[in-house]
């Protein structure tokens, strides 16, 4: 015979813990339960003969310590025992307690509460009074036909913890259709929710099914209402004593699960006499609920279902005696973690147990901090390896930036978010790059990124694949990147060739950005290529040839041109025949006449017509005269030895000798000249 049992079969956290409480307190105190602490007889009962008694009301209770049932009470009770010094202990399952809080929070904001639930249920009874008792309570999708909602109203929904979820989402299937201003809060207990989805799927497997359980209890009927849908043979038993085991066959497949009232040796003597397992003899009901309740540790790394997603907060179902909340602060570190897209109801999920109790019995639970030591560890390993990792920006800080790699905060220098100065921060805000760690101290939790190693090792790396196909006397084409007082860098994709100043023009360059700016295209001829420094030289004067080849033929000794003036010496001027292509015109060849300042007689610009008078091509010069034009046309209107007054007379020679004579020299007849 062939037992499948359900593994969430039995004691739910809330249950366990009230029962718990009681036994612990056999002999210690007089205690009695208000109303019966769990729906089942053997408890009931095991309690009652070890003096501890359930009572209806509290009109008698003197000395009594009264213990509070997982189902919960309004606050009216609680207010009855502050009032009337009555010592109890509260033992209202914290889903439950979730469920009171949800309710009062949005009634004394103006909401109408609706209770999904049995209105006789004390559980429901309880919720009811955080609303004063002005709450509509639905059983099933026909009773909400029946009701009539204010549209104008806000609504919320909770829900009984026990109560069965198809039928759950009928009912807000009908509610919706008559509500829009809706709050809904899914309150079913996971526990409940896993045992009914486990019934589900065992009853369609067996040949019998066995539901374990107080057939008063809520839970326990569900339970058989779902196994019954599934398989005719399905038994409600308190007690396994109440089925004739003789009437199976040996080759039955039996299903197995319980309520969550059920306690654990009901279920252990179920499965030792449908599978013959055996159990552990002598064992006591208290020894069996002592091993069932398997303790946590602070610190302690657990896997689990996330079983709810609920107002920022999951809730994780790992098999312990309770469920864990991950409130929204221990999600993550990252402030932009949309939850609702990264989990999802079902997915496995690994905590961090923060604490075992939050007093109000759930266990709280952070995969912020498992976020983080992982994170750490990959920290680590990326800067020992000096691996890469990619994490986003969050936010600018004084000096640099925050990134959140991994679940870590790292430090992300200015000077290390790119390789180039950036003036705008804000561009980096919410974006991923990839990172090196460039210093990392797990003990002074001081860990810092590197973006610019990255890029400066990409940068290498193009470099030396463009290098690779640049030679010496290539014409390349490429944009002016930088400028500085020596030169200009050119983008020659993947990496930046040099021109220097004295390569821009043939000409005198005073300044680069005569000649270029930053943005413009430009043809270059390279002069040198040093692959192991990966630097590349360039010539942008010789990208449309030497202006000094055949310049003989183009500019002739003896030839007269028209000139434009560039710049000054003390020595002359420069004249410029063709772009970067100068010629001196020295100060004594700018005119017949004395000249003390170049200024005195030239002006930057001046179109004025020369005669060439040498090229040393080798030393790259031109010389240039003016005053040779000039004589030549005074020789042209005066011939040479013309006579004046029956003498020989030449003109320039006169000029000159005129020139140099003083201002106080006298002539042959004693006057002055």
């Known amino acids: 015979m062939e037992v499948l049992v359900a593994k969430s079969a039995g004691f739910c956290f809330g249950v366990k813990n009230a029962v718990k409480t009681a036994y612990s307190n056999v002999n210690k105190n007089k205690v009695v339960t208000f109303g019966p602490i769990i729906h089942n007889k053997y408890v009931i009962n095991d309690l009652e003969n070890k003096g501890i008694k359930s009572v209806e009301n509290l009109n008698n209770i003197k000395d009594e310590t009264v213990l509070i049932r997982s189902h919960g009470i309004g606050p009216e009770i609680y207010n009855y025992m502050n009032k009337n010094n009555i010592n109890y202990i509260d033992c209202t399952c914290p889903y439950?307690?979730?469920?009171?809080?949800?309710?009062?929070?949005?009634?004394?904001?103006?909401?109408?509460?609706?209770?999904?639930?049995?209105?006789?249920?004390?559980?429901?009874?309880?919720?009811?009074?955080?609303?004063?008792?002005t709450a509509i309570i639905i059983k099933t999708p026909e009773e909400v036909t029946e009701i009539d909602f204010n549209k104008n109203e806000k609504y919320i929904i909770v829900v009984q913890t026990t109560f069965r979820k198809a039928i759950f989402d009928k009912i807000i299937e009908e509610i919706n259709k008559k509500v829009s201003n809706l709050e809904i809060y899914n309150t079913i207990c996971n526990a409940?929710?896993?045992?009914?989805?486990?019934?589900?799927?065992?009853?369609?497997?067996?040949?019998?099914?066995?539901?374990?359980?107080?057939?008063?209890?809520?839970?326990?009927?569900?339970l058989y209402e779902i196994s019954k849908k599934n398989c005719e043979?399905?038994?409600?038993?308190?007690?396994?004593?109440?089925?004739?085991?003789?009437?199976?066959?040996?080759?039955?497949?039996?299903?197995?699960t319980a309520g969550a009232s059920t306690p654990p040796d009901i279920i252990k003597e179920a499965i030792y006499k449908m599978s013959n397992i055996d159990?552990?003899?002598?064992?006591?009901?208290?020894?069996?609920?002592?091993?069932?309740?398997?303790?946590?540790?602070?610190?302690?790394?657990?896997?689990?279902?996330?079983?709810?997603?609920?107002?920022?907060?999951?809730?994780?179902?790992?098999?312990?005696?309770?469920?864990?909340?991950?409130?929204?602060?221990?999600?993550?570190?990252?402030?932009?973690?949309?939850?609702?897209?990264?989990?999802?109801?079902?997915?496995?999920?690994?905590?961090?147990?923060?604490?075992?109790?939050?007093?109000?019995?759930?266990?709280?639970?952070?995969?912020?901090?498992?976020?983080?030591?992982?994170?750490?560890?990959?920290?680590?390993?990326?800067?020992?390896?000096?691996?890469?990792?990619?994490?986003?920006?969050?936010?600018?800080?004084?000096?640099?930036?925050?990134?959140?790699?991994?679940?870590?905060?790292?430090?992300?220098?200015?000077?290390?978010?790119?390789?180039?100065?950036?003036?705008?921060?804000?561009?980096?805000?919410?974006?991923?790059?990839?990172?090196?760690?460039?210093?990392?101290?797990?003990?002074?939790?001081?860990?810092?990124?590197?973006?610019?190693?990255?890029?400066?090792?990409?940068?290498?790396?193009?470099?030396?694949?463009?290098?690779?196909?640049?030679?010496i006397g290539d014409k390349l084409n490429g944009n002016v990147s930088n400028i500085t007082d020596f030169g200009a860098f050119v983008d020659l994709g993947g990496i930046e060739g040099l021109i220097h100043i004295s390569e821009l023009s043939w000409g005198k360059v005073k300044k680069v950005t005569d000649v270029v700016n930053i943005g413009d295209n430009v043809d270059v001829v390279v002069l040198d290529v040093d692959k192991d420094n990966l630097k590349v030289k360039l010539s942008?004067?010789?990208?449309?040839?030497?202006?000094?080849?055949?310049?003989?033929?183009?500019?002739?000794?003896?030839?007269?041109?028209?000139?434009?003036?560039?710049?000054?010496?003390?020595?002359?001027a420069f004249a410029e025949l063709e772009p970067g292509l100068d010629g001196l015109l020295h100060i004594s060849q700018i005119s017949r006449s004395?000249?003390?300042?170049?200024?005195?007689v030239l002006k930057i610009g001046d179109v004025i017509k020369v005669r060439i008078t040498d090229i040393d091509k080798d030393n790259k010069k031109i010389s240039l005269s003016k005053k040779a034009l000039e004589d030549s046309m005074v020789t042209e209107v005066h011939e040479p030895n013309?006579?004046?007054?029956?003498?020989?007379?030449?003109?320039?020679?006169?000029?000159?000798?005129?020139?140099?004579?003083?201002?106080n020299s006298l002539d042959p007849k004693g006057q002055k000249i």
């Not at 497997?205 to 374990?212: E, G, K, N, S």
């Not at 004046?644 to 000029?655: K, S, V």
């Open 96 to 133: 439950v307690k979730k469920i009171h809080k949800y309710v009062k929070d949005k009634f004394e904001l103006n909401y109408k509460i609706i209770i999904i639930g049995d209105k006789n249920h004390p559980e429901i009874i309880g919720i009811n009074g955080y609303c004063n008792n």
């Open 192 to 222: 409940t929710s896993t045992r009914q989805q486990e019934t589900e799927k065992i009853s369609k497997l067996v040949d019998v099914m066995i539901v374990l359980g107080d057939k008063k209890s809520s839970n326990t009927s569900k």
């Open 233 to 256: 043979k399905t038994f409600l038993l308190e007690s396994i004593n109440e089925l004739q085991l003789n009437n199976f066959n040996t080759n039955d497949k039996i299903g197995i």
């Open 279 to 471: 159990t552990k003899d002598n064992q006591t009901f208290e020894q069996m609920l002592d091993e069932s309740l398997i303790t946590l540790h602070t610190g302690s790394i657990v896997k689990g279902t996330i079983a709810q997603i609920l107002n920022g907060e999951i809730l994780v179902s790992f098999g312990y005696k309770s469920d864990g909340i991950i409130n929204h602060n221990q999600i993550s570190n990252d402030p932009n973690f949309d939850i609702n897209k990264e989990y999802k109801v079902g997915n496995e999920i690994e905590a961090y147990v923060l604490r075992v109790n939050d007093g109000e019995g759930n266990v709280l639970l952070s995969t912020k901090k498992i976020e983080y030591k992982k994170g750490l560890d990959s920290l680590e390993e990326a800067f020992n390896n000096k691996t890469t990792v990619r994490g986003k920006i969050t936010e600018a800080i004084k000096g640099g930036f925050i990134s959140n790699i991994n679940g870590v905060r790292v430090f992300i220098p200015s000077s290390h978010i790119s390789n180039k100065f950036e003036s705008d921060t804000e561009k980096f805000i919410g974006k991923e790059f990839d990172f090196k760690i460039i210093e990392f101290d797990k003990y002074k939790k001081k860990i810092v990124g590197s973006r610019k190693v990255i890029l400066k090792e990409k940068e290498l790396e193009d470099k030396s694949k463009a290098i690779e196909n640049i030679s």
């Open 540 to 572: 942008l004067k010789q990208a449309n040839g030497n202006l000094w080849d055949n310049i003989e033929d183009r500019y002739p000794i003896g030839s007269d041109i028209d000139v434009k003036i560039v710049r000054f010496a003390t020595f002359g």
């Open 594 to 600: 004395h000249v003390k300042k170049v200024e005195d």
């Open 642 to 663: 013309a006579e004046i007054n029956g003498n020989h007379f030449d003109e320039t020679i006169a000029e000159d000798v005129i020139d140099e004579v003083p201002n």
